[in-house]
T-cell receptor
Framework: AQSVTQLGSHVSVSEGALVLLRCNYS??????LFWYVQYPNQGLQLLLK??????LVKGINDFEAEFKKSETSFHLTKPSAHMSDAAEYFC????????????FGQGTELSVKP | GEEVAQTPKHLVRGEGQKAKLYCAPIKGHSYVFWYQQVLKNEFKFLISFQNENVFDETGMPKERFSAKCLPNSPCSLEIQATKLEDSAVYFC?????????????FGQGTRLTVV
């Protein structure tokens, strides 16, 4: 069975600082991995996805994530945080054999201090 | 359409009443998913459809929850005899599975409050 663990339910950074949100996955098949962002009272917006092409994936708003098979990790980073990045971030894994069902992590709330 | 449309945005039901939620997936997407989000965290998978056929219903509380995706109609999720614990935001998503993966596009959600 697939699973996702996000380390840290809440991360706080200063504006301009590096953002690092951690995600580890478990999957018996090559996974598809995703990072989604959820702003208050909104749905989920896709930041980036890994689909077995390049291991370093670039997404929207200068976010990127690196797939590390040996560490079963897919951590999300951004070089310089903006106030507008404050939101809830979800890592998810899916298996195309299951019709694309997403298994989500518990979410990490990112706060950005001025 | 170019986005997943969910209606209504908010729904308030008394305990024991029925609730029905609707979802219009993106045109051309063959998969539809329903997720339940309680307390801003943890998305719980409920059910998925491949076109009008149930693909995976392993997350559905079958006693009171049912769902359909009929041709030429919005998909629906129905909860009979709602309970307080059903209060949550219900998200619908649709996707087009291809060699690039299974990117799912989410609607804005329906917030169900059971009082």
């Amino acid at each position: 069975a697939q699973s996702v663990t996000q380390l840290g339910s809440h991360v706080s950074v200063s504006e301009g600082a590096l953002v690092l949100l951690r995600c580890n996955y478990s999957s018996s098949v090559p996974p598809y991995l995703f990072w989604y962002v959820q702003y208050p009272n909104q749905g989920l917006q896709l930041l980036l996805k890994y689909t077995s092409a390049a291991t370093l994936v670039k997404g929207i708003n200068d976010f990127e994530a690196e797939f590390k098979k040996s560490e079963t990790s897919f951590h999300l980073t951004k070089p310089s945080a903006h106030m507008s990045d404050a939101a809830e971030y979800f890592c998810a894994v899916s298996d195309a054999n299951q019709g694309g069902k997403l298994i989500f992590g518990q979410g990490t709330e990112l706060s950005v201090k001025p | 359409g170019e986005e997943v449309a969910q209606t209504p945005k908010h729904l308030v039901r008394g305990e024991g009443q029925k609730a029905k939620l609707y979802c219009a997936p993106i045109k051309g997407h063959s998969y539809v998913f329903w997720y339940q989000q309680v307390l801003k965290n943890e998305f719980k998978f409920l059910i998925s459809f491949q076109n009008e056929n149930v693909f995976d219903e392993t997350g559905m509380p079958k006693e009171r929850f049912s769902a359909k995706c009929l041709p030429n109609s919005p998909c629906s999720l129905e909860i009979q005899a709602t309970k307080l614990e059903d209060s949550a935001v219900y998200f619908c998503a649709s996707s087009l599975i291809d060699s690039q993966g299974t990117e799912a596009f989410f609607g804005q959600g329906t917030r169900l409050t059971v009082v």
